[in-house]
């Protein structure tokens, strides 16, 4: 005889139910979803309404509205613009503050070795440049020399 023949049917039953929280959790989820998408479209529903009763008004207004809108954009940009540009302004000064007293601020360390790569490439070119004008007085002795001869 099978072990499932010797159990009662309750306890078969049971065993075949799916645990609770998986079923509390597909419910809230499903809860929430219908319950989202449901706003969802009253919000859009209420939307067009109020565009259908607003668009008569936009429409005689629009005269002042259109530019008064434009000018308060431009406004509220330049303020953005221009506190933004304050905030970077202070931050990099608080960074090179920081960078000269020797605090080693975030990316000193990079700004350290693009120092050092600069100094050693100028170090190199200099070096050819005067190889170079070596070559260059030698060979001008050289037509110098051929041309008295």
């Known amino acids: 005889m099978s072990n499932d023949q010797n159990k009662p049917t309750t306890q078969k039953l049971y065993e075949s139910v799916p645990s609770s929280r998986p079923t509390a959790k597909f419910l809230t989820a499903t809860t929430l979803s219908a319950t989202l998408l449901f706003l ?10 109020a565009l259908i009763m607003a668009t008569p008004v936009m429409v005689l207004f629009s005269p002042v509205l259109v530019p008064s809108a434009i000018v ?4 509220i ?10 905030v970077a302004a202070i931050t990099a000064l608080s960074w ?18 693009a120092r050092d790569m600069l100094a ?8 050819k440049a005067k190889e ?8 001008a002795r050289e037509v110098a020399q051929g041309e008295r001869s």
Request: aromatic share 18%; proline share 2%; net charge positive.
């Open 77 to 86: 940009t330049g303020f953005l613009f221009s506190g933004g540009c304050g």
């Open 72 to 75: 308060i954009f431009l406004v």
């Open 96 to 113: 090179i503050y920081n960078y000269v007293q020797g605090k080693h601020p975030l990316g000193a360390d990079k700004l350290d070795y």
């Open 132 to 139: 170079y004008g070596q070559y260059v007085k030698y060979k």
């Open 120 to 127: 050693s490439m100028t170090r190199g070119v200099t070096e």
């Open 40 to 49: 969802s479209g009253l919000t859009l529903t209420w939307t067009v309404i």
